[in-house]
């Protein structure tokens, strides 16, 4: 329905969930690359020192991460109040066909007290 509403409002939050797809991936692995220098024997100083390179992948991915789910959030908020009200249109008129109750279904009509100023 979103497609149908508006296209290019629909592709940002679209796009935007590749990258933040990536940025859980990445997460993922390298917690588990950071891990193992974190857990092993020896100085702390020279554990941290050879986790380093994972925790600033780490901490670049989540950045990316939020980032992509911030702009996929914007999108989805740009498009939201479009959508409510073509959903709103089409439950009143009866929505798709095939869809309004089932067989023999009595449709009753109502009106939105904006509705009133329009007319009939």
Known sequence: MAWAVDRRAVRP??????PNGA????LLADS???MRPVLAEGAVS??????????????????A???ASALASY???????RLTTAADKRARRGGPPG???????RRVRTRHPA?????P
Do not use: F, K, N, W
Not at 46 to 63: D, M, S
């Open 23 to 26: 940025a859980a991936a990445v």
């Open 13 to 18: 939050p679209l796009a935007c969930q590749l």
């Open 75 to 81: 999108a989805d908020g740009r498009i939201t109040p």
């Open 46 to 63: 020279e554990r941290l020192r050879q986790a380093l390179p994972a925790l600033l992948v780490i901490t670049v991915a989540a950045g």
């Open 65 to 67: 991460g939020r980032m």
């Open 99 to 105: 869809r309004s109750g089932g067989a023999g279904a």
């Open 115 to 119: 509705d009133r100023r329009r007319g």
């Open 32 to 34: 588990a690359r950071a």
